[in-house]
C-alpha cells in the first residue's frame, strides 16, 4: 500500500514551453501534498505544500506564477513549470500525506527534468 | 544554525558491517522521527518512523529517538551492497500544519 506515481517520469523540452507533472496517491487519499526539487547530491528542497480544493503555499522564493499548482482531488496534484528555462532542469518529486495517518508522508519516484 | 543537521558523508563500510547514521536536531517541538532511503535518481522511501523518544525495529533496521539530547540514529546490521543508498532523517511536531524537516541526507556505501 501507500504508493506514489508520478507521470511523466523523465522529459526533455524546449525553453520557453510548459511542461504538466501529475502525482496521484494510488491507494489512499491525500489532503496534503508536497513538491519537492533536488538538486544532483543535494537534500530535497520544499517547493510548495497543496491542500485538496484550496491554493497552494509557496515557500520563500519560490514563484508561485512560474510553478503552477493543483491539487483537483484526493488523489491527484499536479505541477506546471510555465515558460520553463534550462536552470528549472532539476529532480522533481511530489509527496503525499496519507489522510488517516498524516503523519506518513510518502514520495513519487520524481521526475526528471530538462530545458534545453 | 539549521533546525536539522546531518552529516552527508559518503560513508563507506565492508558488507556486513553494523552502520550508524545519526542526525541532530535543534527543535525541541519534534515529537515523529523519520528515516527515508533514497536510490540514486528515485524519490525517498520511507524506511522507519518513531514517535518520541525509544527504540523501534525492524528486521536489519533499528531508529532510535533520544528527545533529551536531540539526537536520533538509524542502525543496519550485517550491510548489504543493495543497502547503498542516501539515508535522510525527518522529523516534524505534533500538529497538522508542521512541516516535515529533512536532513540533507548521509551517503552510504557498501563494499562487497
Known amino acids: 500500500g501507500a504508493v506514489v506515481s508520478q507521470h511523466p517520469s523523465w522529459v526533455i523540452c524546449k525553453s520557453g514551453t510548459s511542461v504538466k507533472i501529475e502525482c496521484r496517491s494510488l491507494d489512499f487519499q491525500a489532503t496534503t501534498m508536497f513538491w519537492y526539487r533536488q538538486f544532483p547530491k543535494q537534500s530535497l528542497m520544499l517547493m510548495a505544500t497543496?491542500?485538496?480544493?484550496?491554493?497552494?503555499?509557496?515557500e520563500q522564493g519560490v514563484e508561485k506564477d512560474k510553478f503552477l499548482i493543483n491539487h483537483a482531488s484526493l488523489t491527484l496534484s499536479t505541477l506546471t513549470v510555465t515558460s520553463a528555462h534550462p536552470e528549472d532542469s532539476s529532480f522533481y518529486i511530489c509527496?503525499?500525506?496519507?489522510?488517516?495517518?498524516?503523519?506518513?508522508?510518502?514520495f513519487g519516484p520524481g521526475t526528471r527534468l530538462t530545458v534545453t | 544554525q539549521k533546525e536539522v543537521e546531518q552529516d552527508p558523508g559518503p560513508l563507506s563500510v565492508p558488507e556486513g558491517a553494523i552502520v550508524s547514521l545519526n542526525c541532530t536536531y535543534s527543535n525541541s517541538a519534534f515529537q515523529y522521527f523519520m528515516w527515508y532511503r533514497q536510490y540514486s535518481r528515485k524519490g525517498p522511501e520511507l524506511l522507519m518512523y518513531?514517535?518520541?523518544?525509544g527504540n523501534k525495529e525492524d528486521g536489519r533496521f533499528t531508529a532510535q529517538v533520544d528527545k533529551s539530547s536531540k539526537y536520533i540514529s538509524l542502525f543496519i546490521r550485517d550491510s548489504q551492497p543493495s543497502d547503498s543508498a542516501t539515508y535522510l532523517c525527518a522529523m516534524r511536531g505534533n500538529t497538522g500544519g508542521f512541516k516535515t524537516i529533512f536532513g540533507a541526507g548521509t551517503r552510504l556505501f557498501v563494499k562487497a
Open positions: 497543496s491542500n485538496e480544493g484550496s491554493k497552494a503555499t509557496y
Open positions: 509527496s503525499a500525506r496519507d489522510r488517516d495517518t498524516s503523519l506518513k508522508q510518502y
Open positions: 518513531t514517535y518520541s523518544s
